[in-house]
Antibody, heavy 117, light 105 residues
Framework: EVQLLDSGGDLVQPGGSLRLSCAAS????????MSWVRQAPGKGLEWVSS????????YYADSVKGRFTISRDNSKDMLFLQMDSLRADDTAVYYC??????????WGQGTLVTVSS | EIVLTQSPATLSLSPGERATLSCRAS??????LAWYQQKPGQAPRLLIY???KRATGIPARFSGSGSGTDFTLTISSLEPEDFAVYFC?????????FGQGTKVE
């Protein structure tokens, strides 16, 4: 059974940093691209970032480019999102998602990031 | 950036009725379009990919159609568990984008 366990969400001040993690199990992690998608309270879904199966290529939404870094550790079946220079409009539930042909076929339960002073 | 516009914003129906949801892209996405269902407090679930292919375990009452810029998600006969928000998503171009959602109530 595919499982994605998101963690690392917290309350952080504007300008601060946070690192999200996603522990994957139940599939060959190194064989699939992975992504982060976020959802602000009461709002729709926003794609944040994706990384290829090997980690050789990464993609970012303009809203986070230069501030967020996606990475993965295929030896530990882990996905990460390093978030720097956080802003109030980064407040959202962040989901990690497994990508099948770059669709999001499995999702984590989400982790809440709140940016506020 | 490809903008996806969903209509209507809200669809008020009763169990057993047919639901027809629309998603229009600002430029062609070929058939690289998916539909997701999201219930309150839950992560989204993939229903349809490549415009018309049902994801694993998705009931046959869900169907998708369309190509290019106009897409439709149809729920042939609403079950109580189908009342939720539905999002379309394109994987044709970077950045990936989602529609704003249609709530089926």
């Amino acid at each position: 059974e595919v499982q994605l366990l998101d963690s690392g969400g917290d309350l952080v001040q504007p300008g601060g940093s946070l690192r999200l993690s996603c522990a994957a199990s139940g599939f060959t992690f190194s064989g699939y691209g992975m992504s982060w998608v976020r959802q602000a309270p009461g709002k729709g879904l926003e794609w944040v970032s994706s990384i290829t199966a090997s980690g050789s290529a990464t993609y970012y939404a303009d809203s986070v480019k230069g501030r967020f870094t996606i990475s993965r550790d295929n030896s530990k079946d882990m996905l990460f999102l390093q978030m720097d220079s956080l802003r109030a409009d980064d407040t959202a539930v962040y989901y990690c998602a497994k990508s099948r042909e770059w669709y999001f076929d499995y999702w984590g339960q989400g982790t809440l990031v709140t940016v506020s002073s | 950036e490809i903008v996806l516009t969903q209509s209507p914003a809200t669809l008020s129906l009763s169990p057993g009725e047919r639901a027809t949801l629309s998603c229009r892209a600002s430029q062609s996405v070929s058939s690289y379009l998916a539909w997701y269902q999201q219930k309150p407090g839950q992560a989204p679930r993939l229903l349809i990919y490549d415009a018309s292919k049902r994801a694993t375990g998705i009931p046959a009452r869900f169907s998708g159609s369309g190509s290019g810029t106009d897409f439709t998600l149809t729920i042939s006969s609403l079950e109580p568990e189908d009342f939720a928000v539905y999002f379309c998503h394109q994987r044709s171009n970077w950045p990936r984008t989602f529609g704003q959602g249609t709530k089926v109530e």
